[in-house]
């Protein structure tokens, strides 16, 4: 009997078998490839989903921790002269200090999310002349040492990269501002020094003119100095500033010296340390549009202060108040302009509802139910400030082979020289 002939040869069997197998391996994949771009789609729509359910505290809280809170101002360490003369020891910061009234301490640090903090190295105007710079150097001195006792909490940086690495290993990023230009006696040598030391910024001026700025209270002064704005050793003074890649603040000073620099060739972004808006409340502390206008040129930024009488020009004021000058200066020179410089520590009063360092989040929080998304508070919390800050070490590493100024400034433009020697040559 013959055998049936095959239908299929085993040849054929195989690539039968072969192309079943093909056949599933192609759905598995296709099938894969569906389940893995319904996740990825999935995904960002449930935490977009999420992210809307969040209450506005809620995302206050997450995009500070996020991105680092940095305050441009806050005067613990003139609480500690004042109220120790700088004796830190007998002061525990883990608790609320015992002064009145009080802003500052590590356990509402930690609870209004503070990323990074410029302290302030602050010497009155009466030091002019006399001994400014001996006790700056004790206010600077204050601030290392607070750092140096608490250093699970603190971390003393002179850099826009240092703030970002304190704030990723969880430290309070601590850097130091010298408020008034007094503080160095107009002597180029003296501000290098400060510079050395580790101030990131010198406010140009204080309540007082210097032999080379004038400050706001000429702006409403029947009695003004001699000169308006930056002299030319002013002008000098700040391209050293700027030569070592040190922030030029802006807080305290007339609009003459604000539009001298900013008219500047060539000047990096500058801040103002804790100023407001003039429009809003029209003390001569607080920044004018013209001049608002001229900082969105410059790529700086405007802190926004919390006293009340440079936010409602009065001895009382409230969140939504503080709010309302954040949105002005939003709206008048665009988001990328405006920070937070509370002044805590400094002031007398605070508003209601912004009573310590611990309530930031309560004010973000109210600014994302006005409105904010993510970008623009992250912008507000630190972005802008850390790209002001890169823009000035920018320019000191573009700078970098010019010489330091030598020029020193000449004794017929120093009012006071009763608490100076002279040197003679042999």
């Not at 995009?63 to 003369?85: A, R, S």
């Not at 290392?144 to 826009?160: A, G, I, L, N, Q």
């Amino acid at each position: 009997m013959n055998e049936r002939t095959p239908l299929i040869s085993d040849d054929g069997a195989r690539l039968h078998k072969a192309m079943d197998i093909k056949i599933i391996v192609i759905v598995a994949v296709v099938a894969a490839t569906l389940v893995i771009l319904s996740i990825a789609i999935a995904v960002p729509i449930a935490l977009k989903n999420n992210e809307a359910e969040l209450s506005s505290m809620e995302k206050a809280r997450q995009w500070m921790k996020e991105t680092p809170l940095i305050d441009g101002h806050n005067d613990l360490p003139w609480q500690f002269k004042t109220e120790v003369n700088n004796e830190i020891s007998k002061v525990d910061l883990n608790e609320k200090p015992t002064w009145n009234p009080t802003h500052t301490d590590i356990p509402r640090l930690r609870e209004g999310l503070v990323g990074a903090q410029f302290w302030s190295a602050y010497t009155s105007c009466g030091s002019q002349y006399k001994d400014s710079i001996r006790h700056v150097l004790d206010q600077i001195d204050v601030v290392k040492r607070m750092c140096d006792m608490y250093p699970e909490t603190f971390e003393f940086v002179t850099s826009s990269q240092g703030i970002r690495e304190a704030f990723e290993n969880g430290k309070i990023a601590s850097l130091i501002g010298v408020e008034g230009g007094h503080n160095f006696q107009s002597s180029l040598a003296g501000l290098r020094m400060l510079y050395e030391l580790g101030t990131r910024y010198i406010t140009v001026t204080h309540s007082c003119n210097t032999p080379w700025a004038t400050n706001y209270k000429e702006d409403q002064t029947e009695d003004p100095a001699p000169f308006k704005g930056l002299t030319p050793f002013g002008e000098r003074v700040i391209k050293e500033m700027n030569r070592l890649g040190m922030l030029v603040d802006l807080a305290h000073v007339s609009k003459d010296t604000m539009l001298d620099v900013l008219n500047l060739d060539d000047q990096p972004p500058v801040i103002f340390s804790h100023s407001s808006a003039f429009a809003v409340c029209d003390s001569y502390r607080n920044v004018q549009d013209d001049v608002l206008l001229k900082v969105k040129e410059n790529g700086g930024v405007v802190m926004v202060n919390f006293y009340p009488g440079y936010v409602n020009c009065s001895r009382s004021a409230s969140l939504a108040q503080v709010a309302q000058h954040i949105n002005y200066i939003k709206d008048k020179c665009g988001v990328e302009c405006v920070g937070l410089g509370a002044d805590y520590d400094g002031v007398p009063t605070v508003p209601e509802g912004l009573e310590d360092v611990s309530k930031y989040p309560d004010l973000i929080a109210y600014l994302i139910d006005g409105g904010w998304g993510e970008s623009d508070v992250k912008a507000l919390l630190g972005n802008n400030l850390l790209r002001a800050f890169e823009g000035v070490e920018k320019y000191s590493a573009d700078h970098k082979n010019v010489i330091p100024d030598e020029t020193t400034i000449s004794t017929d433009d120093i009012p006071d020289m009763t608490c100076r020697t002279t040197v003679y040559n042999p």
